[in-house]
Nanobody, 122 residues
Framework: QVQLVESGGGLVQAGGSLRLSCEASGRTFRSYFMGWFRQAPGKEREFVAR????????YYADSVKGRFTISRDNAKNTVYLQMNNLKPEDTAVYYCAAAVALTTTPDAYRHWGQGTQVTVST
């Protein structure tokens, strides 16, 4: 069982940066593939980025490629999402999630955090 807690969200102006963290409890953290998703009001949850346990397999949604960076520190049971050059359309609740397979499909992720709000103003 893995429990996930996100932090680092907030209000930022367009062009600014935020770093989200997701701390996991449980000894099996490094066996999971980790992903970040987001959900804006009235929209479906969408994939943002995912990372394998060894950091060798990283994948981003086209909408964030070149601006966001996912990373993980297995020693700290933490995965990060560095978000640069933020745009108003990045406004959403951001969730981290853990899966046993390398996938971008939300339904395949077994464990979810509670989410953290990111708001980007113009």
């Amino acid at each position: 069982q893995v429990q996930l807690v996100e932090s680092g969200g907030g209000l930022v102006q367009a062009g600014g940066s935020l770093r989200l963290s997701c701390e996991a409890s449980g000894r099996t953290f490094r066996s999971y593939f980790m992903g970040w998703f987001r959900q804006a009001p009235g929209k479906e949850r969408e994939f943002v980025a995912r990372i394998s346990w060894s950091d060798t397999l990283i994948y981003y949604a086209d909408s964030v490629k070149g601006r966001f960076t996912i990373s993980r520190d297995n020693a700290k049971n933490t995965v990060y999402l560095q978000m640069n050059n933020l745009k108003p359309e990045d406004t959403a609740v951001y969730y981290c999630a853990a899966a046993v397979a390398l996938t971008t499909t939300p339904d395949a992720y077994r464990h979810w955090g509670q989410g953290t709000q990111v708001t980007v103003s113009t």
